[in-house]
């Protein structure tokens, strides 16, 4: 599976290479720049699926950078760091197209989790149209599932658990990798609940008799579809 691309501009070394060594050892693939000039360049010739730019930075600040960016595409998600906490700053940094905005000294895991959150919200935004399984349409965004004249709507669970079950058609849905990321733990009684949460969606999905939620016994889910 390719790695995470990651676009950092930093002009601080130290730091830089400090953000850079802890995100790839989280396996996502990093590209550090100290100026603005030398970060756009990059982003021109292979763009990342992220950014995370240093607000100080010569040549070009990364206010600047985002704007530059933003002419480019308008919805690669984008991160601030920054010494920064002045409230114009903030909204500045929001007002030209900033996703989110990260005041130093920050955690790296603080960095993570802000990093995950825009690239699964990415995701759900370049999947915004319905998906077809078997005969039912499913509208991600909307929480829906449609069979004919049929309307079902979904709670927030039951939609991401489907989605993740028909990114994954007609293979295994790793059964603790989605306890983690939708439970948030792969403890039994979360093993539990989205086991109730399957039960439920094979009932909402029963009126298309070519369509099974199977048990893989001791590894997870499949959707045949």
Known sequence: MPKIKILLAEDEPALGQIVKESLETRDFEVHLYTDGIQALNAY?????????????MPKM????????????????????????????????????????????????????????????????????????????????????LRFRESVQNLTHREAHLLFHL??????????SLILKKLWGDDDFFSGRSMDVFITKLRKKLKDDPTISIINVRGYGYKLIC
């Open 61 to 144: 600040d990364g206010f600047t950078l985002a704007k530059e960016i933003r002419t480019l595409d308008e919805t690669v998600p984008i991160i601030f760091l920054t010494a920064k906490s002045q409230t114009a700053d903030v909204v500045e940094g929001f007002s030209i197209g900033g996703n989110d905005y990260l005041k130093k000294p920050f955690s790296i895991e603080e960095l993570i989790v802000r990093i995950n959150n825009l690239l699964n919200r990415s995701l759900l935004q370049k999947n915004t149209e319905s998906l077809t399984i078997g005969a039912y349409t499913f509208d991600f965004p909307k929480q829906v």
């Open 44 to 56: 021109k010739n292979e763009p990342p699926a992220i950014l995370i730019l240093d607000v100080m």
């Open 166 to 175: 028909y990114k994954n058609k007609n293979q295994v849905l790793d059964r």
